[in-house]
């Protein structure tokens, strides 16, 4: 139904339009969402802004890495997380490319990297210390690891490096990939029900940080070109021998011709930004209250008014 | 998936020096994998060094440029692709859940496509399809699914029919031509074998990410069997049909409008069956790629590990694919009604008014009654968190987490893992030999040729160790279900009754799209590789147990009576009468279910895999087109290898019994 209201004022909208956004297309901005909730959530979230200022919004289910090269190509307009951890060398190979332009940082700090929940700290107290989990990996074995400890890491397709990791550091831990976010969720869920130690991979802002109070692991300090120069980072002959950037950007980017085509629903997106309990609460309506993605952006947008209302104007 | 073959009989002659050659391979093999680990091989023998394999990725991705930019194929795809393509879909958009497009109408309400589904299903199949076809839609509307439903379904009435004429024509071509026919098999053969991943990207790239590129690898997918059918029709088409259109004097455009094409029609209709259903199964998968609809939804609830709501989503597809396949299947037995001259225009067509009818009621009640129009969220019935908690308490007994946890342990430690370190412990040489020796002893020389150049080229690629944990995964499911499979199908052929329910079992877990078959395994087997061989096994079982309860239902009746005459029992008639009759039978469903377990393994890589599939799944990220040719070009290779070897071999033997 809420679709359909919506729909009412953008018609309404589009029929008598302000001057300030008059000169917006009326070809539909492409919103690209992904497999994790705060970007569907947040997506939405500013499609129903940009709807409400009149414009045509569509939303395409596209993969998270290939996403910047249709942003290159105007395929999809806009991206809204740019994590750096994650996405930084596929957003700065397509800036090199051209066709893409950052449009600003939102005001949260993004993180992600090894984690644990809490109580696997009773088990290895010298925890969050990397190496105290390196002599803690028998800990985390499981029958098809052998004696060696297991990390889940993310989906393969999110090329989070923790095989080279493991083998910069010498670590005695086997990495295995998750199919999907849920398998990280299911893992750790299993693991609560007897206090089993874990590690996996898991990321800040997160609605995971409200359900189970963990930790990262505390990597040897991210240094610059610790992913290109064998020399950075404690071992000198290999790459990603350091931690993820512990305080990582958050962009957002967009396709170079949307200043020209939409430049109200531009000048917008440049304001916009969210903060960590911002994008963390996005993301808690769809993982714990179970709330459809444009309904739960309706719901934000109607308890977050004197946030958004701002960028309006 | 109707799987092509090359009808390459060899003489009887090579059968002998083909087996002994095998033998010699055979031990040729086991000689090099000793050497191997008395640790005296050269290692050139042990794995292809480094430097010797050719870049093919590099050169198709050349290749592919220079087509893409060079020759302008791009510009003609995207124009495609944003011009008519993107205006069907936003037509059937606009009509189903009323995307704001051309030409603009309101959806169209739920209850007027329930009401018109039943109409058309009591016209071809009486009540029990009328309530099939009715209650599908209305369980979709119900459970709160239409938008997502109708998103997959506009896809579908799209891809579909273009799938269909141009299979069609394509058939028509290979059956009037003969130089069509022979270009058209081998490409065929690999594209029914190419895992969907690769279908993927290309059509991203060329077609833009989202609907459009969706709907493109959806007809692409669905063309084969179109094509095979047509021209499986047109061929059998017999000759006093012919002389009889020649007589009454047709053109050739009236012989093939009016002669060929009725008469093919009983194929031409199995072929729209298996066109509507790979579309289906394909619309699902293209979420990876950006298509909306059921499939976008599904990934997304499993991807946030909602298992209820999976679940409700898990049934519509599967309610809908149902009832497609049994709507079309009814359609290719219904014959054409015939009217006596001067019947009236209404009485011909009195289903069609009445569907009509019943659609416009409807419509017109929508506008009143919001409730038949459009469901909301709120209202729906939908259980999802209810389910939910019912799942995840059921895996909480204590019982079943022990039992699937030992079978998880058991099967990881004991039996997949050192298989798995087995397998990827032989030497390349030597793994190649055994494989060429197979094919060599089952189908003869040309399938051996065949093993040997494909498993060379796989090789080549550089794949290999990926190669051989996909093959690894495909063997041991296929293992385990005819373990598992062939005392079912047995057991059920012993009798007509439950034959007949196995068979309808599996036809319907046929028409279920593979993607469902993983959410159990998830459920029980958490992320490992119990629960990627679990999910292949199941799906690759369905064939197995279907065309062995078929064959052993088609032992002629004279042979079980003469067995029982000679006063055999009910294990020896078993052993050597029904057994080996049904052998070449029970062989095509044992090769579908190794091309089924290679379509499976693909998408395994859902779960967390270590094989070409999570390569595959990995190119999605990117433009690696020339990767990701070469990574499905070899699950091809593999699956081909194997497809030449069973079918020459289950052909030779049906030859020899005289069927």
Same mark, same amino acid.
């Given at each position: 139904?809420?679709?359909?209201?919506?729909?009412?004022?953008?018609?309404?909208?589009?029929?008598?339009?302000?001057?300030?956004?008059?000169?917006?297309?009326?070809?539909?901005?492409?919103?690209? &969402?992904?497999?994790?909730?705060?970007? &569907?959530?947040?997506?939405?979230?500013?499609?129903?802004?940009?709807?409400?200022?009149?414009?045509?919004?569509?939303?395409?289910?596209?993969?998270?890495?290939?996403?910047?090269?249709?942003?290159?190509?105007?395929?999809?307009?806009?991206?809204?997380?740019?994590?750096?951890?994650?996405?930084?060398?596929?957003?700065?190979?397509?800036?090199?490319?051209?066709?893409?332009?950052?449009?600003?940082?939102?005001?949260?700090?993004?993180?992600?990297?090894?984690?644990?929940?809490?109580?696997?700290?009773?088990?290895?107290?010298?925890?969050?210390?990397?190496?105290?989990?390196?002599?803690?990996?028998?800990?985390?074995?499981?029958?098809?690891?052998?004696?060696?400890?297991?990390?889940?890491?993310?989906?393969?397709?999110?090329?989070?490096?923790?095989?080279?990791?493991?083998?910069?550091?010498?670590?005695?831990?086997?990495? &295995?990939?998750?199919?999907?976010?849920?398998?990280?969720?299911?893992?750790?869920?299993?693991?609560?029900?007897?206090?089993?130690?874990?590690?996996?991979?898991?990321?800040?802002?997160?609605?995971?940080?409200?359900?189970?109070?963990?930790?990262?692991?505390?990597?040897?300090?991210?240094?610059?070109?610790?992913?290109?120069?064998?020399?950075?980072?404690?071992?000198?002959?290999?790459?990603?021998?350091?931690?993820?950037?512990?305080?990582?950007?958050?962009?957002?980017?967009?396709?170079?011709?949307?200043?020209?085509?939409?430049?109200?629903?531009?000048?917008?997106?440049?304001?916009?930004?969210?903060?960590?309990?911002? &994008?963390?609460?996005?993301?808690?309506?769809?993982?714990?209250?179970?709330?459809?993605?444009?309904?739960?952006?309706?719901?934000?947008?109607?308890?977050?008014?004197?946030?958004?209302?701002?960028?309006?104007? | 998936?109707?799987?092509?073959?090359?009808?390459?009989?060899?003489?009887?002659?090579?059968?002998?020096?083909?087996?002994?050659?095998?033998?010699?391979?055979?031990?040729?093999?086991?000689?090099?994998?000793?050497?191997?680990?008395?640790?005296?091989?050269?290692?050139?023998?042990?794995?292809?060094?480094?430097?010797?394999?050719?870049?093919?990725?590099?050169?198709?991705?050349?290749?592919?440029?220079?087509? @893409?930019?060079?020759?302008?194929?791009?510009?003609?795809?995207?124009?495609?692709?944003?011009?008519?393509?993107?205006?069907?879909?936003?037509?059937?958009?606009?009509?189903?859940?009323?995307?704001?497009?051309?030409?603009?109408?309101?959806?169209?309400?739920?209850?007027?496509?329930?009401?018109?589904?039943?109409?058309?299903?009591?016209?071809?199949?009486?009540?029990?399809?009328?309530?099939?076809?009715?209650?599908?839609?209305?369980?979709?509307?119900?459970?709160?699914?239409?938008?997502?439903?109708?998103?997959?379904?506009?896809?579908?009435?799209?891809?579909?029919?273009?799938?269909?004429?141009?299979?069609?024509?394509?058939?028509?071509?290979?059956?009037?031509?003969?130089?069509?026919? @022979?270009?058209?098999?081998?490409?065929?053969?690999?594209?029914?074998?190419?895992?969907?991943?690769?279908?993927?990207?290309?059509?991203?790239?060329?077609?833009?990410?989202?609907?459009?590129?969706?709907?493109?690898?959806?007809?692409?997918?669905?063309?084969?069997?179109?094509?095979?059918?047509?021209?499986?029709?047109?061929?059998?088409?017999?000759?006093?049909?012919?002389?009889?259109?020649?007589?009454?004097?047709?053109? @050739?455009?009236?012989?093939?409008?009016?002669?060929?094409?009725?008469?093919?029609?009983?194929?031409?209709?199995?072929?729209?069956?298996?066109?509507?259903?790979?579309?289906?199964?394909?619309?699902?998968?293209?979420?990876?790629?950006?298509?909306?609809?059921?499939?976008?939804?599904?990934?997304?609830?499993?991807?946030?590990?909602?298992?209820?709501?999976?679940?409700?989503?898990?049934?519509?597809?599967?309610?809908?694919?149902?009832?497609?396949?049994?709507? +079309?299947?009814?359609?290719?037995?219904?014959?054409?009604?015939?009217?006596?001259?001067?019947?009236?225009?209404?009485?011909?067509?009195?289903?069609?008014?009445?569907?009509?009818?019943?659609?416009?009621?409807?419509?017109?009640?929508?506008?009143?009654?919001?409730?038949?129009?459009?469901?909301? @969220?709120?209202?729906?019935? +939908?259980?999802?968190?209810?389910?939910?908690?019912?799942?995840?308490?059921?895996?909480?007994?204590?019982?079943?987490?022990?039992?699937?946890?030992?079978?998880?342990?058991?099967?990881?430690?004991?039996?997949?893992?050192?298989?798995?370190?087995?397998?990827? +412990?032989?030497?390349? +040489?030597?793994?190649?030999?055994?494989?060429?020796?197979?094919?060599?002893?089952?189908?003869?020389?040309?399938?051996?040729?065949?093993?040997?150049?494909?498993?060379?080229?796989?090789?080549?690629?550089?794949?290999w160790d990926r190669s051989v944990i996909t093959l690894y995964s495909v063997i041991s499911a296929v293992i385990l279900a005819t373990l598992i499979g062939l005392p079912i199908a047995i057991l059920a052929a012993r009798s007509e009754k439950w034959s007949k329910r196995t068979l309808l079992v599996c036809d319907t877990a046929q028409t279920f799209p593979s993607f469902i078959y993983l959410i159990p395994a998830i459920m029980l087997f958490g992320i490992t590789a119990t629960s990627v061989v679990m999910s292949i096994l199941v799906f690759a079982m369905v064939p197995l147990v279907r065309y062995t309860v078929e064959g052993l239902r088609g032992v002629p009746p004279e042979m079980t009576e003469a067995a029982d005459m000679s006063g055999a029992t009910r294990l020896q008639k078993l052993w050597n009468v029904q057994l080996p009759l049904a052998l070449p039978t029970m062989a095509v469903g044992f090769n579908q279910a190794i091309m089924f377990a290679f379509f499976m393994v693909i998408i395994a890589a859902f779960i967390g895999t270590q094989d070409l599939g999570q390569e595959l799944q990995k190119t999605l990220a990117g433009t690696d087109l020339g990767k990701n040719f070469v990574l499905g070009i070899c699950v091809s290779?593999?699956?081909?290898?194997?497809?030449?070897?069973?079918?020459?071999?289950?052909?030779?033997?049906?030859?020899?019994?005289?069927?």
């Amino acid at each position: 139904m809420n679709k359909m209201t919506t729909a009412l004022t953008a018609g309404v909208l589009a029929v008598a339009p302000f001057a300030v956004f008059a000169a917006d297309s009326s070809d539909p901005i492409v919103i690209p &969402i992904h497999n994790w909730s705060s970007q &569907i959530v947040m997506s939405n979230v500013v499609g129903q802004i940009f709807e409400e200022m009149g414009n045509n919004v569509e939303f395409v289910t596209t993969d998270s890495q290939a996403v910047y090269e249709s942003v290159r190509l105007g395929d999809v307009t806009l991206e809204l997380e740019v994590w750096e951890g994650a996405f930084g060398a596929s957003f700065r190979a397509a800036m090199e490319k051209g066709g893409i332009v950052d449009v600003g940082d939102h005001d949260a700090v993004t993180r992600e990297d090894w984690w644990y929940p809490m109580w696997t700290k009773d088990a290895c107290p010298g925890l969050p210390d990397w190496k105290a989990l390196n002599d803690c990996a028998a800990l985390f074995a499981t029958a098809e690891t052998g004696d060696k400890g297991r990390y889940l890491d993310g989906p393969v397709d999110w090329l989070k490096h923790g095989k080279e990791r493991v083998e910069a550091l010498e670590m005695n831990f086997e990495v &295995i990939n998750a199919g999907s976010a849920a398998a990280l969720w299911a893992e750790i869920g299993a693991a609560e029900a007897d206090k089993r130690p874990v590690v996996v991979f898991n990321w800040t802002p997160n609605f995971a940080e409200a359900v189970w109070p963990g930790e990262f692991v505390e990597f040897p300090t991210w240094e610059d070109g610790c992913d290109k120069d064998p020399a950075k980072g404690p071992n000198p002959d290999a790459l990603y021998d350091c931690g993820n950037p512990a305080d990582g950007y958050l962009k957002k980017a967009a396709w170079e011709g949307m200043e020209e085509k939409w430049p109200a629903a531009y000048a917008v997106l440049e304001k916009i930004s969210f903060t960590n309990p911002q &994008i963390a609460e996005m993301a808690r309506l769809v993982d714990v209250d179970e709330l459809e993605p444009d309904e739960a952006a309706a719901e934000w947008l109607e308890a977050n008014e004197d946030v958004w209302k701002t960028w309006l104007n | 998936m109707a799987s092509v073959t090359t009808n390459a009989v060899s003489p009887a002659t090579n059968q002998l020096t083909a087996s002994t050659i095998a033998i010699w391979f055979g031990c040729l093999a086991v000689l090099l994998t000793a050497l191997q680990y008395a640790g005296i091989l050269p290692s050139w023998l042990h794995r292809l060094p480094e430097s010797w394999i050719p870049p093919f990725a590099l050169w198709l991705d050349a290749a592919f440029n220079f087509i @893409r930019t060079d020759l302008g194929l791009e510009k003609l795809t995207r124009w495609f692709a944003e011009g008519p393509l993107q205006f069907m879909l936003d037509t059937t958009a606009n009509l189903l859940y009323g995307k704001r497009r051309w030409p603009n109408f309101e959806q169209i309400p739920w209850s007027a496509i329930a009401a018109a589904a039943t109409v058309l299903g009591y016209y071809l199949g009486g009540w029990r399809l009328a309530a099939l076809a009715g209650g599908t839609f209305v369980w979709t509307a119900l459970i709160g699914q239409w938008t997502i439903a109708m998103e997959t379904m506009s896809v579908l009435m799209v891809a579909a029919p273009l799938a269909f004429v141009v299979g069609l024509g394509l058939g028509i071509a290979a059956w009037k031509y003969a130089w069509v026919d @022979r270009a058209i098999k081998p490409i065929l053969s690999v594209l029914q074998t190419l895992p969907f991943f690769t279908y993927l990207l290309p059509a991203v790239i060329f077609f833009k990410v989202g609907p459009t590129a969706g709907a493109v690898a959806t007809i692409i997918y669905a063309i084969p069997p179109m094509i095979l059918m047509t021209t499986l029709g047109l061929k059998k088409v017999s000759p006093e049909v012919v002389e009889a259109g020649k007589m009454s004097g047709c053109s @050739r455009w009236q012989m093939l409008r009016h002669v060929y094409v009725p008469a093919a029609r009983t194929e031409i209709l199995v072929g729209v069956n298996q066109v509507i259903m790979l579309c289906l199964a394909m619309v699902v998968l293209t979420a990876f790629i950006g298509m909306p609809g059921l499939g976008a939804k599904l990934l997304a609830m499993m991807g946030s590990f909602k298992l209820g709501r999976s679940f409700e989503i898990g049934v519509t597809i599967v309610l809908l694919a149902v009832t497609l396949d049994r709507l +079309s299947k009814a359609w290719v037995v219904k014959l054409p009604e015939h009217f006596e001259k001067g019947t009236p225009w209404w009485k011909r067509h009195k289903y069609l008014l009445v569907g009509v009818g019943a659609f416009a009621f409807f419509t017109v009640l929508g506008i009143f009654v919001e409730w038949f129009s459009e469901i909301g @969220r709120r209202q729906s019935w +939908s259980q999802g968190k209810e389910i939910d908690t019912a799942i995840k308490t059921f895996l909480a007994f204590d019982i079943v987490q022990g039992t699937t946890e030992k079978i998880r342990y058991v099967l990881n430690v004991w039996i997949l893992n050192p298989f798995r370190d087995f397998l990827l +412990s032989i030497p390349t +040489s030597a793994f190649i030999l055994l494989v060429v020796a197979g094919a060599l002893a089952l189908g003869g020389r040309k399938p051996g040729i065949y093993a040997a150049v494909f498993f060379g080229l796989v090789a080549l690629t550089g794949w290999w160790d990926r190669s051989v944990i996909t093959l690894y995964s495909v063997i041991s499911a296929v293992i385990l279900a005819t373990l598992i499979g062939l005392p079912i199908a047995i057991l059920a052929a012993r009798s007509e009754k439950w034959s007949k329910r196995t068979l309808l079992v599996c036809d319907t877990a046929q028409t279920f799209p593979s993607f469902i078959y993983l959410i159990p395994a998830i459920m029980l087997f958490g992320i490992t590789a119990t629960s990627v061989v679990m999910s292949i096994l199941v799906f690759a079982m369905v064939p197995l147990v279907r065309y062995t309860v078929e064959g052993l239902r088609g032992v002629p009746p004279e042979m079980t009576e003469a067995a029982d005459m000679s006063g055999a029992t009910r294990l020896q008639k078993l052993w050597n009468v029904q057994l080996p009759l049904a052998l070449p039978t029970m062989a095509v469903g044992f090769n579908q279910a190794i091309m089924f377990a290679f379509f499976m393994v693909i998408i395994a890589a859902f779960i967390g895999t270590q094989d070409l599939g999570q390569e595959l799944q990995k190119t999605l990220a990117g433009t690696d087109l020339g990767k990701n040719f070469v990574l499905g070009i070899c699950v091809s290779l593999m699956a081909l290898t194997f497809d030449m070897a069973i079918m020459t071999w289950a052909e030779k033997k049906k030859r020899a019994l005289g069927f």
